[in-house]
């Protein structure tokens, strides 16, 4: 069975420095079957890398490695993590970007990695992905346990910008943000399906969502419930609300932007 | 034998949308070669991922799998398909996005996806391609028949929207468009080398080629025959004629965009 | 043992040509691992892509192919590569692409490829990465002694467009250039540590940078070592000498270009 190893950078496409990770893990690891979740997470938006893990770790096989290379701390003494939970493997620098995959309170393991481990004959002070833990995730790959990457460690709690608790203040009004725009221009926020449930609406009343000066009147459940071009509320493929446009783009049609609030609250249907 | 399953979507490469599909996959057919032909159709544009399709499916080995995920119509009540054609092993929603790699006529099998025999414990309405397709592609590779995917049906036979017939006037004069523009600037025609063919000009005559206000006489076989900076038209990789310029980029040089009306004329050698 | 593929071209993802040259290479070598190392060198840009594989050739598994397509010249008589050096195999244009893998001196074994060994039925005149460098580049994969791609030659031994030799003025003052900058906006220059130890600074003297009208006094070891936003030079994860902001863009905040003049003089501390 190849194990298998998914790769989460903010290094863009144009450099060599994927491929070069890539090469490492194979080096070590011939057997791995590499997979992109992407590499084009903003320049440090631990946050973004955060959610789009949370949303994808799930999907792959048990035992997946799943190697998360956002580290604006690179050269600092921020520590590095390898970790399993959930029946998952992961290796990260130690700066929340893996808070949503570890809640505190979960069954986890947690190790810092020791770098003398990995390091070959010399070690970069400034590309610790390819030099320290693309080497640590292809050992776990191989079948290294996880106790011998490192000493026990508890990691950084901190939930990442943007995944703030919601507010929500006590009138039936819930308020969140947009978290992520994805390539077809639509709004993915941080309310879940679990979130509005909390609304509990009656049979008489239904949930409307505002988002900047735009209002949507109830929940879908397809883009394709509205014509062409009109605005759509949906839980989407992520568990999370969703505004998007049916075959358009709601970044563009509404004017907003990452970080934008969105409020949900519920009225008498009409 | 590692099975290939091929991935063309226009989904980006900034979500995860892709990995996910990729993790999908490789739960079910861990052995898969997984090749991404390309994830950057235009949103929704099923006439250029039908283009691209034709252009590439035969460079792979006999059995591959052909995964092709450009859904505007997700959530309606739009088909899924599977099918085997010349070799060939194709999934694909039913909105015209396989009718080059299946016309009508040819020798072929379809069956109409019966998702309940692919969805996970839960089936999102708006990402058919991780929680349908992805799945049906895998279950091929590891070798499941087509006929127990579902049940068999006859596919949407329209053309994609710019694949039109050309038109032809009978005075010797062939009107095709521009279908796509690649990386490089050069202009892709729906214009193919059997089309030109029918102009049958004599020893005395030549082909003179028209985009927008720009004349090009005679056909080359390389960039290269012309100086740099230079437009020639030639019969491309995929068989279509293509305006191009050598070591430049004729969509800037001409001004021209996709879309834009092509013709061919035959004249007198001067 | 998967043998492994690097492909490094200036194709771009938006077609469909790099995922037809895998699917080329995998009907020749089932087995092989494909790595991009990327795609997104600047069209015809041979000197980029000759740095992108020096920087990341040695990170792979002796034996590896190395297919390189930036491909101006297809078409013209120049000829096609495949050699052997430092254990790694490449595949490319004599374009000069492979100066800086293949040094004049160096211990290689370089071959002229015989087009006619590896065109299927019919070649075309304008993607040879397809038809006969990704066949050649998944023979040697497969086994095919280098010996019998081709007759032995000599490569074109010129450096690429912006790797020429430093200028030296004497003085104690070495100027080079910007040679790219990558995603991050980091300008990675084409001086390296073993230049600068020439400039042997004594204990009372340090080394100091200038690029455009910026000055930066001293080498560090990290971006962390200076606050975020302020800029650092130091020797980069290619063991060039690099002009970064911490946790920002440098490009951006310096308003330089590729090819900009960077200077290194030393000076006594103050």
Redesign the interface.
């Known amino acids: ?2 194990p ?1 190893v ?1 790769l ?1 950078t903010d ?10 990770m ?3 893990i ?2 070590i690891c ?2 791995a ?8 997470v903003a ?2 938006q631990i946050g973004q890398a955060a959610v ?1 893990l949370r ?2 770790f799930r ?3 048990a035992g ?1 490695v799943h190697l998360v290379v956002v580290d ?5 003494d921020r520590a590095l993590l390898a970790a399993e939970a959930d029946g998952h493997r992961f290796v990260a620098p130690d700066n929340g970007v893996l808070s949503l995959v570890l809640p505190a309170g979960a069954v986890r393991r947690v190790v810092r990695l020791d770098p003398s481990r990995f390091c070959r004959s010399v070690c ?4 610790h992905g ?2 320290i833990m693309a080497p640590a995730a292809a050992h776990l790959a191989r079948g290294l346990p996880l106790a011998e990457l490192g000493s026990p460690m508890e990691p950084n709690p901190m939930p990442p910008a943007g995944w703030s608790p919601l507010r929500w203040d006590g009138k039936g009004r819930l308020a969140g943000s947009i978290l992520w725009i ?3 221009g639509n709004l993915v926020t941080n309310i879940g399906l679990e979130d509005m449930a909390r609304l509990q609406p009656t049979g008489e009343e239904r949930l409307v969502f505002t988002v900047g000066s735009h209002r949507i009147a109830g929940l879908s ?5 509205v014509d062409a071009g009109r605005v759509v509320a ?1 839980i ?2 992520r568990g999370l609300l969703e505004v998007a446009v049916n ?1 358009g ?1 709601a970044r563009r049609l509404l004017g907003v932007a990452q970080g934008d609030a969105v409020h949900v609250i519920k009225e008498e249907k009409t």
């Open positions: 069975m190849n298998v998914t989460l290094f863009g496409l144009r450099d060599e420095y994927v491929g070069v890539k090469g490492v194979l080096r011939p057997a079957q590499i997979v992109d979740l992407t590499h084009q320049p440090f789009i949303s994808s999907y792959f096989t997946t604006p701390g690179v050269g600092t970069s002070a400034t590309f390819r030099d994805d390539h077809f459940r397809t883009f394709a419930q949906l989407g493929s075959r783009d």
